[in-house]
């Protein structure tokens, strides 16, 4: 059984498809071509409209973006005047945040409440962001001796192509964009052509926030049309991708033509590590949450849970019995907990991959399928049991709410199993015994481990991961030094003491 919430024709009847804009040099521009229409995944009907940008419209915003860095204000503002910016678009979204999370439910599917939620994050990230652009600064070294002063000054690193994903289509642009900006850099942003709205309409914001003309330019459409020549123009100087790790090999394989600098965050098949001591009631709704939470379609999702064999078949089942009260349905309903899948191929991949597990001796415990509403596209939350780490969905990303059951018998065992996936976004451990959680936390490979708790998170917080969940970190107090280089100014005092030539004599 499934708690659902039921999707309505009418939940969208009044719903008129909303035409947007790319910004360009910042001018509006509807574009030449037939435009990308947007289906809601949860109604089926058109909610958007945007234009399907091409190599052309990404390389004139390249190169507005490049005007504006080199020979534009905003690299050469003081801190306080771009962090003034910033602070005005930061209370700018909050004024248009039920504008905002509307957009993304409707288009990604999530649930409203979620939404609501991922945009005050936002709001917080942009003013994090802004405290930042304040406090980057340079080193001095006075140490050298008499005859040397050293000065390290942080530059901006020019023009950055950011491309980011449709599962938190407004969070993840703001992860990147205010420290960007921040650090006086300019951008060319591509969001996913299944979900441009939010991003958009953040290009309206950041105009009436008082941003100069082509310091942001925002191109809609697809990777292979838009994507590639932003990463491989040589007048881009960083690119920051979030994605599939596929689609973050390729970005890097392209940045290298011309030896750009590339942030990546990933994939993930996240371990929640459970021992026989753990506070198993908060666990058991930490687990529900993370393998369920966005539908699953998280790189952070907690979709490996690895059991210590004691309390394996015991936990699972409370796990199962509390996934029945998880709320599926329309994500307009604020009750809502998952929403729909974001398009019927996403939702075949994974059932492919249950139907995978089960034919490799995998049991489903719970779900197992998909939700028929009569409408769009939803998934049961699903439980698969008896599952072994070499099978397929214990070592890929499902991305969807898919939960894998794993047993151990030792520490050793269940960090083996852990560490043992090419990925390595984050992990959870679960003990009364903070001996064993920091054992957990400084064995397995990931960037972060979350120790009696789940998918919590601060704008204070770094993010990214090992291995082949990405490259460089998000958020945190250095974010902003992500988009800057450094140069050294090595400069000698007095007069010059030591020669490698003989000194020649003056003539008189």
Excluded at 51 to 79: L, V
Excluded at 344 to 364: C, F, R, T
Excluded at 420 to 437: E, K, N, Q
Aim: charged content about 20%.
């Amino acid at each position: 059984m499934v708690m659902t919430v039921l999707v309505t024709p009418k939940a969208l009847a009044d719903h008129n498809a909303r035409d947007f804009m790319m910004l360009i040099d910042g001018k509006w521009e509807a574009g030449g071509c037939q435009p990308l229409e947007r289906l809601a995944p949860s109604h089926g009907v058109v909610v958007s409209r945007y234009p399907r940008g091409t190599k052309a419209d990404a390389e004139r915003a390249i190169a507005a973006a490049r005007r504006a860095f080199d020979h534009g204000p905003w690299p050469h503002m003081t801190a306080s005047e771009r962090s003034a910016v910033l602070l005005k678009a930061a209370d700018l979204i909050a004024a248009r945040s039920e504008e905002l999370a509307y957009l993304d439910a409707i288009e990604a599917g999530k649930p409203i409440s979620q939404v609501r939620g991922e945009i005050g994050g936002a709001v917080d990230i942009w003013r994090y962001a802004a405290a930042l652009a304040r406090d980057l600064h340079g080193e001095s070294y006075n140490t050298l001796g008499d005859g040397t002063l050293g000065v390290v000054l942080r530059e901006a690193i020019g023009v950055v192509s950011i491309i980011t994903p449709w599962n938190f289509p407004f969070l993840i642009v703001g992860q990147k964009l205010p420290f960007a900006l921040a650090a006086g850099c300019t951008t060319v942003v591509k969001p996913s052509e299944l979900t441009s709205g939010s991003t958009l309409v953040l290009g309206e914001i950041l105009q009436a926030a008082g941003l100069p003309d082509g310091v942001v330019n925002i191109v809609t459409g697809t990777g292979p049309e838009v994507g590639a020549i932003m990463t491989t123009h040589p007048q881009v100087d960083m690119v920051s991708f979030t994605g599939s790790t596929g689609v973050g090999k390729l970005t890097m394989s392209n940045a290298a033509q011309t030896l750009k600098k590339v942030s990546l965050e990933l994939g993930g098949k996240n371990p929640q590590i459970v021992f026989p001591d753990a506070d198993l009631d908060a666990f058991i709704d930490a687990a529900v949450f993370g393998a369920y939470f966005n539908a699953g379609e998280c790189c952070n999702a907690g979709s490996r849970l690895i059991m210590h064999k004691s309390i394996a078949s015991d936990v699972v089942k409370r796990v199962a019995e509390l996934a029945k009260d998880v709320k599926v349905g329309d994500p307009l309903d604020s009750s809502t907990q998952v929403g729909a899948i974001i398009t019927q191929q996403h939702l075949e991949k994974i059932n492919a991959y249950v139907a995978g597990a089960k034919s490799s001796g995998a049991k489903v415990v719970h779900g197992g399928e998909a939700v028929d509403f009569g409408m769009g596209q939803f998934m049961a939350p699903t439980i698969l049991e008896a599952v072994t780490p070499d099978m397929t969905v214990a070592r890929e990303e499902v991305f969807g709410p898919v939960l894998s059951v794993l047993a151990f018998e030792t520490t050793a065992e269940a960090i083996e199993i852990a560490n043992s996936i090419d990925y390595g976004l984050s992990a959870g451990v679960w003990s009364r015994d903070f001996d064993t959680c920091l054992t957990i936390g400084r064995k397995v490979r990931a960037g972060t481990v979350w120790m009696n708790t789940f998918m919590d998170g601060a704008s204070e917080l770094p993010f990214g991961g090992y291995k082949q969940s990405g490259l460089g970190r998000e958020l945190g107090r250095h974010a902003v030094e992500d988009y800057t280089e450094t140069k050294t100014l090595n400069m000698h005092i007095g007069a010059r003491t030591s020669w490698w030539m003989p000194k020649r004599e003056t003539l008189a």
